[in-house]
């Protein structure tokens, strides 16, 4: 034990199967057209309010006094970084402790190093939250397989002790800043305490392409001795909580589902799932070979060899050059959003330029660099135009469409652009098919 001490949204066009997650999505995201209020210049009670299972609304109250905000996650490797900044950034100034665990084996039964002390020193972004980590190194039983493994290292929540109100959920799963404050200054006007899950829309690979509307959500619990509770709220395995072994924990899942959730009365979002928004190819690839309990993606099988998974030179090079600047060609689940300034994290808001490989938009960095790379060494190499150049064509036509829809295309020096539509026009004139087809 170590202790430190929605109104803008925009989709592109996509097929009409994906229409009805749009609809889901737009009627959670809503048509909100204010932005949120400084902190400190508005009520924290007066915005956000408790949903039931019937479609009730339960407002808030103020407490007698402020509670103690408790965040638990889980960490896994430095690769998860991007994530864990930008949830440190919109989270750690509204909550008093963050509680990290980390086991000693990755999800796929392999030991590991614990990775967590390397990279709270090594990492400067990390300096300043310190004071309010605690880190909890877990032992991991060698017999445990899939969620088993995960169940091992949340045990680390019986270690935090006192009262509160505790959120649990992964890493890569953000609340809002105006929940934060509710959970801290309020309560429920029904008397039964926070239990409730916290709904947000589900974003892969960065805040550009969405599924819709997460199915996991974070939970929101009180934590504490009987005699600091509420009748009926969250503690001690009460009738109405959800109790964390796995008799009452869904079959391959330990997400906790209830019936309440906690929503913005703006229609705001309250939350943010960030999956699998690592730090690139490399990171994704460990995700895929280590951190992925519910087995490869069919899109990543061709280029993992099972024996020796050790080894993720394809994987990688696959993920950075193909999949990256067109994922929704492989992963059909997903489809493009743009989002708004209403339905960003503030944290995004207040220092854009931290995040911008988040974003999914402007000078995407998964997108803008491999994409001039490669037609740059494409066009100057002496066997452009011979064989099969459709990788080539994607990649142009993909990147001048999506220049051309972000406002930056018209600042600064376009000669990457310039490049990327000669190259398109080249190929696509001296090609057969020339003429044929949608010449979008």
Known sequence: FISAAQPSLHISRGAAATMGALRLTLAFLGASSAMADPAGSQDPCAGVVVRTQDGDEVGLKHRPSDARVVDFIQFFSHHELPELHLRLAEMADDVDEIHIAEGDRNFMGASKEYAWPEVSKSDPKLEKYLKKITYHPMKIDPSATGYEIQEGVLKAMDKIHGSGALIEGDLDEILSRDVLRALRSCEPEDGRGWKANVPMGN?????????????????????????????????????????????????????????????????????????????????????????????????????????????????????????????DKWDHRIYRVKLGQHDLPMAIVEDRGSFKDLLGEGDDSSLVPAASTYLQSHVNSEDYGEGDDSSMLLVAATYVQHRMNSQDHLNGDDSSLALASAAYVQFHATSDDYGNGDEF
Request: proline content about 9%.
């Open 203 to 327: 974003y892969y690979y960065n805040l550009g392409w969405t599924t819709g509307l997460w199915g996991g959500p974070p939970l929101v619990r009180n934590f504490g001795p009987p005699d600091t509770q509420h009748h009926g709220s969250f503690l001690h395995r009460s009738p109405l909580a959800v109790d964390h072994s796995t008799a009452n924990v869904a079959q391959h899942t330990y997400i906790h589902k209830v019936p309440n959730s906690i929503v913005m009365k703006d229609k705001r979002p309250a939350g943010w799932h960030i999956s699998w928004t690592l730090d690139g190819a490399e990171g994704i690839a460990n995700k895929i070979l280590n951190g992925h309990i519910e087995g490869y993606p069919d899109w990543a099988k061709p280029y993992i060899n099972d024996a020796d998974a050790t080894n993720p030179e394809a994987l990688v090079a696959f993920l950075r050059d193909d999949f990256l600047i067109h994922p």
